[in-house]
């Protein structure tokens, strides 16, 4: 069973959704995917805390596999008779100060609390096992991969037609779906910055909704990707970027620095409006494609791959061996 964060209908938690997906595909599992659509009030929970344990008792699973941790993770390890397996993604065991306080403070403590709990535990990134008070020598790094079957570039021009962008100027991707956490404030102020130098360039901000057959094609549209987020664990629209080979242009958060290594061009700095400006600048007037998807290949960053590795975790949990 796998637990996700979330609703059926909305489109967030998308590279979980897809590898449950994959689990039942490739490896001819039987997979259950639990939403658990509401994490906040205490009534709900209660609710919840229902629900989970009648699914638990109909499906019968063998593990139950929680993507992200504070309260799924938590929920999961109380309510279920079997091993669990806990994802931790990034700003679950990451300082996230624009929560608040009492907040960041509460679900970083109920992340905790759940690994002690877990019979396996991935981290997506090396920074974030680092974050575990405990287990660390017991975690797996295993990143969530990109389909590099379904990331496949776009020439820039047909992709743009497709877009409707032939009358754009150059377009910088930011995923703004988390403003605070991700610093949109940053990335408008790079962008103000840049247009007043004379630079022809705009931000496209993704807020959700974007579907994953449309986003290789958005991607090509595009001149370069932005990122400057206060806090990541292994952000996928850095190696979706890649795999359209599309440059990137990020502060040194999460994993980014690693799997950028060799990529050109593109550029890690600090999470500094001006160093951003900069190296977006040098960027957009190279006005060339980047060597992402090859380095992604030659890294091993494709889903599949990573998909049975956590697999192989899952089974061997499932049998006592976690």
């Known amino acids: 069973m796998v637990v996700i964060p979330g609703r059926p209908e909305e489109r967030t938690m998308v590279f979980s959704r897809r590898q449950a997906r994959a689990l039942a595909e490739m490896h001819n599992a039987l997979v259950e995917v639990y939403f658990l659509e509401s994490r906040t009030s205490p009534i709900a ?7 989970m344990k009648e699914t ?19 929920l999961s390890v109380l309510v279920s008779p079997v091993p669990v397996v806990i994802t931790f993604h990034g700003s679950d065991l990451n300082h996230t100060p624009h929560d608040g306080f009492f907040r960041d403070l509460l679900g970083r ?31 797996r790094i295993l990143p969530m991969g990109v389909e590099l079957r379904r990331y496949i570039p776009v020439p820039r021009d047909e992709a743009r ?8 100027p150059q377009v910088v991707i930011f995923n703004a779906t988390a403003p605070a956490r ?16 004379g ?15 449309e986003m290789p094609v958005l991607l090509s549209a595009a001149d370069a990707l932005l ?3 206060n806090s990541e664990g292994s952000p996928t629209m850095v190696k979706e970027a890649m795999a359209c080979d599309l440059p990137v242009v990020t502060n040194d958060v999460g ?23 900069k190296a977006l600048r040098s960027v957009l007037l190279e006005a060339r494609r980047s060597n992402g998807r090859a380095m992604a290949v030659r890294n091993k960053a494709d889903a599949e791959s990573l998909d049975a590795l956590t697999f192989e975790l899952l089974l061997s949990c499932a049998r006592g061996n976690g």
């Open 255 to 277: 994993d980014v620095k690693d799997r950028l290594a060799g990529v050109s061009p593109g550029a890690v700095v600090s999470q500094d409006p001006t160093e951003l400006s």
């Open 161 to 168: 037609r497709r877009l409707g962008w032939s009358a754009r």
């Open 45 to 51: 929970m209660l609710k919840e805390l229902r629900r």
């Open 182 to 197: 991700k610093r949109l404030d940053i990335a408008q102020q790079v962008e103000h910055k840049l247009q007043a130098e």
């Open 199 to 213: 630079v022809s360039m705009e931000l496209e901000l993704l807020q959700g909704g974007i579907t994953q057959e």
């Open 56 to 74: 638990i008792r109909r499906f019968k699973p063998e593990v139950v596999h929680a993507h992200y941790g504070t309260v799924t993770a938590l």
């Open 227 to 229: 990122m400057c987020s």
């Open 109 to 139: 403590l109920m992340s905790q609390s759940a690994a002690l709990g877990a019979t396996g535990i991935i981290c997506v990134s090396e920074q974030l096992r680092d974050r575990l008070w405990w287990k660390r020598k017991r975690v």
